[in-house]
């Protein structure tokens, strides 16, 4: 029982990483009817933006101390970083501590400008185009935005660790009633979790309980029909591109903890998130979300020694097994509406 | 002439003569100069564009003509180039029975994965595809390590069995692969003056291999079965309306280009006997992609074009390093030259591949034919001018599109 509970918070922290790219995915093409192939990369530079900000907040005045020497016997240099000149050592350094969650308000505006120039400079253009065309030229955005990066930050990954208050780990099973040490969990990894939870429930109350969201909702439903109304419903389209990129850099900021920031990080998710999307049914949000958590799970569960050893490989492949199976056996996916991507 | 109308047997005989003389025309630096390290006439990077032509021209027959983009389709090269050296391990390091192996290897091997995939189109086509070479890949790297030396690779041993040929050679290593005694590594070096060539086995066995396939190719696009994969491509329900099963001829069309897939794998161990995974992997698929839709997706020439310009870039341009820059823009004073070799170094060398990235998404948004309907738009630009000069009536030099 409780190896079981393991794995099912094992899978949780990818799902969701899965679960909130595959949003944006299914936002992306359930609004515009675009297939981004450069969502991965969104979610990289979101991570990015964690980098970023941690370097930026390093960034440090160089002053000499003629007291203390160094071990030639040169005065030392000292680096303070401006932060904790500006706001003393005790919340300067707690604001350095703090970076990756600080990053999500950095990264907010970042990623939203970012999705706002990838469609009103690039993707508008692809509408009347075949959905090859657009994986083609999302593809390679991906690759162009992936180069900048690796040449900025270069190509080795980049830890970026969470604040040292939520370095430990949870023992879980102690609060479920099982013997201590049986289950174990990362603090880090449960807030991703709740913190997807967040945004995913944000995404959908926003949809559901705001005009806007109305609107946005009709517009995927019926997209002339609305446009008739005299709502201008391609600005809120861009805007919902937006709101995707900042939803997929959302998931990168946080992610960047978990494991080390680097230029291709995006691509080995890409893949899986189309999956996903598959899987759940393209153009449905809940599906989405649904499958993005089921994939996760079912990726940990089949890493247990016991079904490795059972059906050797197994771990490497179910993701693909599973979508192969649903794409053949419900081609709309698990929740996927009737008419959409039916060529 | 072979079967051909006049205007392909035309472009056939100037790829012939192009792939003849390769050599030499990859080669227009003298040795020692400081151009030298544009050439490319060497064999290793001439045998890489032919089968890379190869592999190219395979993926067109599919994705050019019936439309179905499929994002797996290294796995089939993949697949081949196991199958290849899987031979040249047991039988003999004739290189005739590992391509012909790695052929039908691949060609089984995507008889299943497009038997199962041609169930759906679109998206969900590129995504089984996508899935299928990712799951090869994945195993190939782990559970399968017996027949495919995961991490390492599969690699020749000194003892491996080779019931056709001898294990090892009188010097206790392992022999190279050959042609019925002709081995591929052989060649003539050609002194000319400066000048250095290299005619080399390899290279023209690949050469020959790229030609038949091209042949092929040509033979297929012109024919009613060639015609059938166009009407997948523009209207398939109209196709379901006349009687007409799409399925068999898509499927076919996707077996024809796994064997070509697994052709080129074969090639590939063929001149270099090993074979890895991450040769499945889909960066891999990725790859073939961008360089049929650079060349141009759906005309004859284009994906040899496509495969000659990235592979040429992966190996020449990527070696270009900001010492070179600094002296080819050594002429100017100081400060510019610093101006302009930081703002040339990221497109270069290591940063190839924004290069890369860049050129394809302009040709996607600009250029959907890619670099052959460039040339054709160059040639009507070219054309018209002229019938304006002489007051002449315009020529029609627009030709239908491929």
Redesign the interface.
Known sequence: MDAIILQILNGLDKGSAYALIALGLTLIFGTLGV?NFAHGALFMLGAFCAVTLSRLLQTASVTIDPERTDFLGNPLKVETPYVIEWFGPEVGSLILDWSVPLAILFAIPIMGLIGLAMERG?IK?FYKRP???Q???T???A??LQ??V??FYGANPIPTPAPDALVGSLDFGVLVGFDAGTVIYPYWRLIYFVFAAVVIGVVFAFLQFTTFGMVVRAGMADRETVGLLGINIDRRFTLMFAFAAIVAGLAGVMYAPINSPNYHMG?DFL?LS??VV?VGG?GSLPGAVAAGFLLGVLESFASMPQVVTLI??IN??II??V??II??TR?RGLMGRKGV?E? | MFGLKQKDATLFLVVVAITALAPFLLNPFPENSELAQFNAGYPDLMQRFMIFGIFAIGFNILFGLTGYLSFGHAAFLGVGSYAGVWMLKLLSMNIIPAIIVSVVVAGVFSLIVGYISLRRSGIYFSILTLAFAQMSFALAYSVLTPITGGETGLQLALDDPRIFGVAQTADGSIPLTNFFGLEMRDGIEIAAGPWLFTLNVGYYLSAIVMLASFYVAIRIFRSPFGMMLKAVKSNQQRMNYTGINPKPYTLAAFVISGMYAGLAGGLMVAMDPLAGAERMQWTASGEVVLMTILGGAGTLVGPLLGAGVIKYFENIFSKINDNILYEWFSFMPGGLQDFFVTIIYPFIGKGWHLTLGIMFMLVVIFLPGGIVEGGKRLGRLFSRKKAEGGGSDATPAASPAE
């Open positions: 297939v690039l253009h959905h090859a065309d994986i083609l030229v593809f390679g955005l690759i162009v180069e900048i690796k040449y691509m893949v189309f999956v598959v393209m050797p490989g490497q492949i693909y097994l979508a192969i794409l053949l081609p991507m060529a």
